[in-house]
């Protein structure tokens, strides 16, 4: 069974991708891997952050009144 991982868990995978690119001492493919898994991580959580822009944008402007805000997690 495959759980769909929060926000906050690939923001921490990406943390460690990145300190552990940081380091240096990755062999290149190695590192090659961890860069391309980062990068579809960034695209994720930009992804998440642009939908929870517009989900607020949108409960912000209905009629100037407070709503209930849905989230869901794609």
């Given at each position: 069974m495959s759980e769909t991982k929060t926000f906050?868990?690939?923001?921490?995978?990406?943390e460690g991708i990145v300190s552990e690119l940081e380091k240096g001492?990755?062999?290149?493919?190695?590192?090659l891997a961890d860069f391309?898994?980062?990068?579809?991580l960034v695209?994720?959580?930009?992804?998440?952050?642009?939908?929870?822009?517009?989900?607020?944008?949108?409960?912000m402007s209905d009629d100037d009144k407070l709503t209930d805000l849905e989230l869901t997690n794609d």
């Open positions: 906050e868990d690939k923001l921490q995978q990406l001492d990755r062999p290149l493919e190695t590192a391309q898994t980062g990068v579809g695209k994720e959580l930009q992804g998440t952050l642009k939908h929870a822009e517009e989900t607020l944008a949108k409960v």
